[in-house]
């Protein structure tokens, strides 16, 4: 039986053990762990799917307030190469466009190695500091199945670094009936 790899960073996000064929892998904080472990994941695991489970902050309370959602587009939040002509966001010398679409409907996600307490440049409705790394590490091995759930622990102000100690494992239970297990 292949297994399936559950990312994610931190594991009072997660403290719970999956069940097969689910593995919790644990990447880290930042998008380098998230790309290092991601990658070593997936030359172990050969996987089909590929998900991603963590908190995230809100940036569109009022329709991303709370609960858990299936996250629909990725994009990296933090790169920056606008004063040589390139949108913020967008990788220079790279073929990815700023935004992936992961083909459902839900909020936007934009992934930096910042913890957002105000708004940032490159504006979507929820934050994340690994997801933007783990779905381009999947894309780049060919995954087609990538899933991203994201459990709002913060409304990514002044508040969040509160906010999100108090809400980090709030959100794995609701992850788990997504699991069906």
Same mark, same amino acid.
């Given at each position: 039986?292949?297994?399936?790899?559950?990312?994610?960073?931190?594991?009072?996000?997660?403290?719970?053990?999956?069940?097969?064929?689910?593995?919790?892998?644990?990447?880290?904080?930042?998008?380098?762990?998230?790309?290092?472990?991601?990658?070593?994941?997936?030359?172990?695991?050969?996987?089909?799917?590929?998900?991603?489970?963590?908190?995230?902050?809100?940036?569109?309370?009022?329709?991303?307030?709370?609960?858990?959602?299936?996250?629909?587009?990725?994009?990296?939040?933090?790169?920056?190469?606008?004063?040589?002509?390139?949108?913020?966001?967008?990788?220079?010398?790279?073929?990815?466009?700023?935004? %992936?679409?992961?083909?459902?409907? $839900?909020?936007?996600?934009?992934?930096? +190695?910042?913890? *957002?307490?105000?708004?940032? !440049? &490159?504006?979507?409705?929820?934050?994340?500091?690994?997801?933007?790394?783990?779905?381009?590490?999947?894309?780049?091995?060919?995954?087609?199945?990538?899933?991203?759930?994201?459990? %709002?622990?913060?409304?990514?102000? $002044?508040?969040?670094?509160?906010?999100? +100690?108090?809400? *980090?494992?709030?959100?794995? !239970? &609701?992850?788990?009936?997504?699991?069906?297990?």
């Amino acid at each position: 039986m292949k297994l399936t790899p559950v990312f994610v960073a931190l594991d009072e996000e997660l403290p719970v053990e999956l069940p097969e064929p689910y593995v919790k892998v644990i990447t880290g904080v930042g998008k380098v762990n998230a790309a290092m472990t991601t990658v070593a994941a997936l030359i172990k695991y050969q996987p089909d799917t590929v998900i991603n489970y963590g908190t995230a902050g809100t940036l569109n309370p009022e329709e991303y307030g709370a609960g858990l959602h299936r996250v629909s587009c990725v994009m990296q939040r933090d790169m920056d190469c606008t004063p040589i002509g390139y949108d913020i966001g967008k990788t220079p010398s790279d073929e990815e466009h700023v935004v %992936i679409n992961l083909g459902v409907e $839900g909020p936007s996600l934009s992934t930096g +190695d910042n913890f *957002v307490t105000s708004m940032p !440049e &490159l504006v979507s409705d929820l934050v994340d500091m690994e997801a933007y790394a783990i779905v381009k590490a999947a894309k780049q091995y060919g995954i087609k199945d990538i899933q991203i759930y994201k459990f %709002i622990s913060d409304n990514a102000n $002044g508040d969040a670094p509160a906010d999100w +100690d108090e809400n *980090v494992a709030k959100g794995y !239970e &609701l992850f788990m009936e997504k699991l069906s297990v």
